[in-house]
């Protein structure tokens, strides 16, 4: 769905009324296949100029597939691509044509925010790199995750590659066998899986697959696709941050603190909170307390009066000393940690925010 809204935000775009931006019922419809016939291959390329850049490794006769490489079957990591064994080499005007096709994204939701048009994200792979793990090799796509927000806003993105799509397809499959019957699915290649023609078709279908997940309310809350969206990048992060990698533990975070902003929060506060510790965490051991107090704050906000909740006085605690540090008021959050240390709910002192991302176990 998601090609399908990129076409008529071309021609919205190109005309005077934003009117015609909204997405008639024909919107919904889904298409047969998720992945184009052999006879469209055909001016495959105009169709995608500006909107994907990719690298691709030469036609081999012997292509293995890419999705049957040895190696433990897990999510990768948000930064899989970095590394000398990462082929990528994006042309230049494909960076400009993806930004200026988010732009007009962006412009798209801005439009369209008064219309009773349900608001829904977005997606575009705007970058499939071939990824040479010895023995494996395989496609990494980026996607950017695109919503309503300010023009200048840059997108959430995650990094995912085949088996990763197909085992959140599975798992749906298994869940969900009615909504998900109208969905379809790129179909599994033996050979030629890393020529340019295979990752563009796959991209689109990529990009078409999580918009008609998004598209279904049933599904756009299922724990599966968040965890599929999110859950890579909050442990990475976490593994970062306990290993003293702040900076890069930071963007990592505000990466997952967004795209849990845009997709809403199906567990509840919890991982939201993980996330705003590690915000805090972060920007504290970088030397920005305002920024680290902000994260407190917020955290504290979603906490309301949960009592007792593991998260409530590491966050009370943290907020205390760094207004102490700033000089600001602290006397309600100080008077409302001494309360649960009076009534036996924390220890005097609680765990730091710190302590709390190294114990907790992400499942």
């Known amino acids: 769905m998601a090609s399908r809204l990129l076409h008529r935000l071309r021609h919205a775009l190109a005309s005077d009324g934003p009117g015609e931006a909204a997405a008639g019922p024909e919107a919904e419809q889904f298409p047969e296949s998720s992945e184009l016939e ?7 390329s105009s169709r995608l100029s500006g909107t994907l850049s990719f690298t691709s490794a030469d036609d081999d ?34 960076q400009r044509g993806s930004q200026l096709l988010t732009r007009q994204l962006q412009d798209f939701w801005k439009k369209s925010r008064n219309t009773l048009v349900p608001q829904r994200l977005l997606f575009e792979v705007t970058s499939a790199n071939v990824v040479k793990d010895p023995p494996s090799k395989y496609v990494l796509y980026t996607i950017a995750v695109m ?53 563009a078709r796959r991209s689109r279908a990529f990009e078409q697959f999580l918009g008609h997940l998004q598209a279904v ?36 975070w505000a990466n997952a603190w967004q795209l849990q902003t845009q997709l809403g929060t199906p567990y509840g506060p919890d991982r939201p909170l993980l996330t705003l510790a590690g915000l805090a965490v972060c920007h504290q051991e970088l030397e920005d307390p305002g920024e680290a107090r902000a994260c407190s704050e917020k955290a504290l906000q979603l906490l309301g009066d949960k009592r007792p909740h593991p998260f409530l006085a590491p966050f009370l605690e943290a907020h205390v ?19 649960l240390q009076e009534a036996g709910l924390t220890p005097i002192p609680p765990p730091s925010l710190k302590e709390l991302l190294i114990k907790e176990v992400l499942a």
Request: charged share 35%; aromatic share 6%.
């Open 217 to 252: 309310p049933e599904l756009r809350n299922a724990p599966d696709l968040h965890d599929f969206f999110v859950l890579p990048e909050l442990r990475r992060a976490q593994s970062l941050t306990c290993t003293g990698l702040y900076r890069e533990a930071l963007a990592l």
């Open 38 to 44: 052999d006879d469209d291959a055909e001016g495959l």
């Open 321 to 339: 000393r760094l207004s102490w540090r700033l000089g600001l008021d602290k006397r309600q959050t100080e008077a409302q940690l001494q309360s």
């Open 147 to 199: 919503g309503p927000g300010p023009p200048d806003h840059q997108p959430a993105q995650i990094s995912r590659r085949y088996s990763d799509f197909e085992r959140l397809h599975r798992n749906l499959q298994r869940q969900f066998r009615g909504p998900m019957a109208a969905i379809s699915f790129p179909r599994k290649r033996l050979r030629r899986n890393f020529t340019a023609e295979t990752i």
């Open 61 to 94: 006769p012997d292509d293995e597939d890419e999705d049957d490489e040895a190696g433990p079957d897990s999510l990768p990591s948000g930064d899989g691509t970095s590394g000398e064994d990462a082929e990528r080499s994006p042309p230049p005007d494909g």
